[in-house]
């Protein structure tokens, strides 16, 4: 991302910001914020929990340094691997 995360004004995101702005499903979120993954929401009332944007921007930053080497495979005219 373009923008350091502490550009981003602190504010809450509830989880369809959070689903939509991730692309991650909501069971997936939960899981990785019980494992750590993922900054876990807020209890903001008795029925609403709530992520701290600036929590989630921090997070997606941190992405840019797990990015996956792929190494191109080569084949032959034949498609068979060489």
């Given at each position: 991302?373009?923008?350091?995360?502490?550009?981003?004004?602190?504010?809450?995101?509830?989880w369809?910001?959070v689903?939509?702005?991730?692309?991650?499903?909501?069971?997936?979120?939960t899981?990785?914020?019980?494992r750590?993954?993922f900054?876990?929401?807020v209890q903001?009332?008795?029925?609403?929990?709530?992520f701290?944007?600036?929590e989630?921007?921090?997070?997606l930053?941190e992405?840019?340094?797990?990015?996956?080497?792929?190494?191109?495979?080569?084949?032959?005219r034949a498609?068979?691997?060489?």
């Open positions: 991302m373009d923008q350091d995360a502490n550009s981003h004004p602190k504010r809450l995101m509830r369809p910001e689903e939509r702005l991730t692309g991650i499903s909501r069971a997936t979120l899981n990785m914020a019980a750590g993954d900054p876990r929401p903001v009332s008795t029925h609403i929990t709530a701290l944007s600036h989630v921007f921090e997070w930053e992405l840019e340094n797990r990015r996956v080497n792929y190494s191109p495979k080569r084949f032959n498609g068979v691997k060489s």
